[in-house]
């Protein structure tokens, strides 16, 4: 009968906490509730679902292209590309072909005109003198090849400062080296290629001739006959003639002479216009 109470009473008691334990877990579950509901309020897409792409896979990996070659440097223009040296009689100016013309080219480029409107007035600034123009190349190609583009580069530098009026006409003349007369090495030690070296063989020379002017008479007369060398060379004219005589000719007599057959002695005598020698 004990047991049956006990068991009673037992059962009455968890009855009793299980309500207790119920109303506290209800309370704890509205204040859960409430603090969720705050949140949400705050913060209303915190809890929002986004759709989540598929996820991509990974692309391979390229291979890595071929290396390209850097560029040729760009060369010079303007007043840095001149270079000027002085020496006695003369004025040079020394510009790299690359800055005015393409490679195996004649024809000046677009930029060319920069360099040339410089050198025309630095030219003019040494005086009236005359000029030559000097054309070079590197050693590739043939021999003849060089000489001929060598030629026709400083024909074409002429030019331009002809139609420009840096220079006279009859002032100035070309020549073309080809690769005669080089810089610098057109090869390194080893026997490979050297390109900055070509590159500065690849070049035009402006030389100005400073112990000349342009208005020095050219000389058009001989130098006078003195009276001295004018009987020595009749005498061993006489020499020389045979004994027409003795020989039984009779020697012509020579009659009304030209004025101007024998000029008198200890005058100059004056070549033909054609045989007159020009600087």
């Not at 390229?62 to 290396?67: D, E, I, L, N």
């Not at 009689?89 to 072909?97: D, E, P, V």
């Not at 100035?172 to 063989?201: C, F, I, M, Q």
């Not at 020499?239 to 020579?254: F, H, I, L, M, Y």
Request: aromatic share 4%; charged share 25%; proline share 8%.
């Amino acid at each position: 009968m004990m047991k049956i109470e006990h068991l009673a009473a037992l059962i009455a008691c968890t009855v009793t906490l299980g309500a207790v334990f119920d109303q506290a877990f209800a309370q704890d579950t509205k204040k859960i509730n409430k603090w969720f509901a705050d949140i949400d309020s705050k913060y209303p897409n915190l809890r929002k679902k986004t759709n989540v792409g598929d996820l991509q896979d990974p692309g391979k990996i390229q291979t890595p292209g071929k290396f390209q070659h850097p560029a040729n440097i760009q060369a010079p223009q303007g007043f840095k590309a001149i270079k000027t040296t002085s020496a006695p009689c003369s004025q040079r100016f020394l510009i790299g072909a690359d800055t005015l013309f393409e490679f195996d080219k004649a024809t000046l480029t677009a930029r060319a005109e920069e360099t040339l409107s410089v050198l025309g007035p630095m030219i003019q600034n040494v005086g009236a003198h005359p000029v030559t123009i000097e054309g070079h190349t590197d050693a590739v190609g043939t021999d003849d090849y060089n000489q001929q583009l060598s030629d026709r580069r400083a024909e074409r530098v002429r030019n331009w400062l002809l139609e420009h009026r840096v220079v006279e006409r009859k002032a100035v003349s070309t020549v073309g080296y080809g690769e005669k007369k080089p810089v610098a090495p057109n090869t390194k030690p080893d026997g490979k290629d050297n390109p900055a070296g070509r590159a500065l063989n690849r070049r035009v020379e402006i030389v100005v001739d400073t112990c000349k002017g342009l208005d020095e008479p050219a000389m058009t007369t001989a130098p006078a006959v003195t009276p001295e060398a004018q009987a020595a060379s009749s005498d061993a004219a006489t020499a020389a003639e045979p004994d027409k005589e003795a020989a039984g000719e009779s020697s012509p007599v020579q009659t009304n002479a030209p004025a101007d057959s024998a000029p008198p002695t200890g005058s100059s005598q004056t070549p033909p216009a054609d045989a007159s020698s020009t600087k």
